[in-house]
């Protein structure tokens, strides 16, 4: 018996078997080099810009542009973890350890609601009471406790994810555009549609980048000042939630300051709960869309309820890294369809119109 062509199938089965088994082995770092690709992305002017300045010495542009990113980015956030970590630890103990804090911070904000007449009407005493408040407290207490232990405990993990994520960004800065070629070479997709891919990715990374981390932060930093201001404890921690619940769209971070000035209101803090509110509707509200437009410019945007299901997924799937892989590869998913929807063209309106 002859099997034709047995050696081309024979090495296409060792190609795809070998492809399944380095699939396995970058398994662990995929989302740290798709990190990396995102960041060489944003940040090639200045790159190129070192590039120049240093008589085209690709290695030490490239050195000095992740040097950067690691000051501008990795750095303060690493920061911030840390802070919110000790403020969470404080707030529990603060909540949860402490017998007076009902009586000094809950009781008057209560005493305030009590006066209302839904207050009887939705028997609002079973769950602002003492002993209700003191089992939730202790509950989500302990919730965001086990959150931040576990965080500390991953924490040589993250190193390790970090200097694979840099390692790679360095290579990215200085052969990423052979690497490109290289792909699109291999790929057997039509240049038009690789080029296609290739500006997709591009472009939705800034616009994810740009349109959605900058103005997130952005706002959580507005609202913690305010909190702050408004003298809310643990101001740094709401500022965190604000931020992460700036991804919704049409509500938003004021799934938070709303409701805390109404309740400030209520429980008498009236300059404090105006002042919360005014500026949430007058400035919190509307950064996005001051700020996105200017960020985002030409970049391709996404449906907001895709942006949102994207960065939800993105996170349950990735932990923290979703929030900006997650969109990028629906984005690309999508972009995988309207090439799709090019190249079969005549078939589906053939198909379409019997």
């Known amino acids: 018996m002859e099997l ?6 024979f090495f296409l089965a060792v190609l795809l078997g070998s492809s399944i088994i380095t699939f396995f082995i970058f398994k662990p770092f995929l989302v740290a080099i798709f990190l990396a690709a995102i960041l060489a992305v944003l940040f090639q002017r200045p790159y190129l810009f070192f590039l120049s300045k240093t ?14 990113i690691v000051l501008i980015i990795i750095i303060p956030i690493i920061a911030m973890a840390i802070f919110v970590g000790n403020e969470i630890a404080s707030a529990y103990h603060s909540v949860a350890m402490s017998d007076d804090f009902y009586q000094k911070k809950v009781e008057p904000i209560i005493g305030g609601i009590k006066t209302s007449p839904l207050y009887d009407t939705l028997n609002l ?47 990215f800065f200085i052969d990423g555009k052979d690497i490109v070629r290289k792909v699109m ?39 913690g000042m305010v909190f702050y201001i408004a003298g809310i404890q643990s101001a740094v921690i709401w500022g965190v939630v604000m931020a992460l619940f700036a991804i919704v769209p049409m509500f938003g971070s004021a799934i938070v300051w709303f409701p805390i000035g109404i309740i400030l209101l209520l429980s008498g803090s009236i300059w404090q709960g105006v002042f919360v509110l005014a500026v949430g509707m007058g400035l919190i509200s509307t950064i996005d869309n001051i700020l996105k437009p200017k960020l985002v410019g030409k970049d391709t945007q996404m449906h907001p309820l895709l942006v949102l299901l994207a960065t939800l997924g993105g996170l349950a799937l990735l932990g923290p890294a979703g929030v900006i892989v997650g969109p990028i590869i629906i984005a690309l998913f999508v972009s995988l369809w309207d090439i799709y929807g090019i190249e079969f063209k005549k078939q589906l309106k053939e198909y379409n119109n019997k």
């Open 125 to 171: 005493e079973q769950f602002v009471s003492k002993e209700a408040f003191s089992q939730y407290s202790k509950q989500l207490g302990q919730l965001a406790l086990n959150f931040v232990q576990s965080a500390y405990s991953s924490v040589t993990h993250l190193f390790f994810m970090l200097f694979v994520m840099f390692f790679a960004l360095y290579y």
């Open 55 to 68: 008589k085209n010495s690709k290695s030490i542009s490239s050195l000095i542009t992740s040097l950067i």
């Open 4 to 9: 034709k062509n047995f050696n081309v199938f």
């Open 185 to 223: 070479y291999i790929s057997p997709l039509r240049d038009a549609h690789e080029d296609l891919l290739v500006e997709k990715f591009v472009s939705i990374s800034r616009a994810t980048i740009k349109g959605t981390f900058v103005v997130c932060l952005v706002q959580g930093m507005i609202g």
